[in-house]
């Protein structure tokens, strides 16, 4: 089985061009959200678009729990596909939830920068974060009894339509959400919670010491999180500084965007090494 990583910022069109992006790879699987989709059909997984709040929709949509993974997991069994497309923030997130569903890592990965246009990819940002519209590469059919309750409308692929060959044209249907927590607004936390939040997620590696955590809103993204920190590592060989600093990297990560429901769109470390303190 091939995993093929599409990634890029919340709210720029990967959804939207999901289907093109899986028929042109040849990926009969696409994992988007929590779910797994198979020939326009949700066979497995439960959507993070449903969940209340962006926290549990960032927990739904990395295969947080067990029950959803073990679904999934043996759906992807059953279906055996030869590609998987698995849709995600970034390339971090497209390898963890590859790790979570048991699957090998990504043999190729594809921006949304490589397929989209900027003037689509703003127009695409308007619609997700001005009037909390989401997309999902299912038939509108195939999602109202998945999403009742919610407000669902059919979305058509437009572009470049006669250049499309007939087979694509018959399942290119996508369906528009507005999820609940798409009202919530802009998330913020002070500086002492994200500080706490590093400390806990780095409590564990005994050869790393956090000495100063910084944070800042992104401009870019709506929830988007900024992360400075001032680290101080015990003397060793390069590559076993690097590793304990990649490691301290992922558990933050993790833990940020697990607990607050933020994206951690980069994290900037000042490192000194010294000996033990």
Not at 22 to 27: F, L, P
Not at 177 to 199: A, C, H
């Amino acid at each position: 089985m091939e995993v093929i990583g599409f990634y890029g910022p919340p709210g720029t069109g990967k959804s939207d061009r999901a289907l093109v992006i899986a028929y042109e790879n040849k990926a009969s699987c696409i994992i988007d959200d929590g779910i797994l989709i198979y020939h326009s059909r949700i066979v497995a997984g439960k959507s993070a678009k449903r969940e209340e709040s962006r926290l549990k929709a960032v927990r739904r949509a990395i295969f947080w729990d067990k029950e959803q993974r073990d679904e999934v997991r043996a759906a992807l069994q059953k279906i055996n596909p030869k590609r998987v497309l698995i849709l995600g923030t970034s390339d971090r997130m497209v390898v963890t939830i590859a790790k979570a569903l048991d699957l090998p890592m990504p043999a190729k990965y594809i921006r949304i920068e490589d397929v989209a246009k900027p003037e689509d990819m703003l127009k695409a940002s308007e619609a997700r974060h001005k009037e909390g519209k989401h997309v999902i590469p299912v038939p509108t059919m195939e999602l109202k009894p998945y999403f009742k309750g919610y407000m669902v409308d059919p979305l058509r692929f437009l572009r470049n339509r006669k250049k499309e060959p007939k087979r694509f044209s018959e399942w290119n249907e996508r369906s528009v959400v507005r999820p609940v927590f798409s009202y919530y607004g802009k998330l913020t936390f002070s500086d002492k919670v994200i500080e706490s939040l590093v400390n806990y997620a780095a409590g564990g590696l005994k050869r790393i010491k956090i000495r100063h955590v910084r944070s800042k809103k992104s401009d870019s993204q709506v929830n988007g999180l900024i992360l400075y920190l001032d680290v101080t590592v015990r003397t060793g060989t390069p590559q076993e500084i690097r590793d304990v600093i990649h490691t301290m990297r992922d558990k933050v990560q993790r833990e940020i965007e697990y607990t607050t429901g933020m994206s951690l769109e980069s994290m900037k470390i000042n490192i000194t090494t010294g000996v033990a303190w």
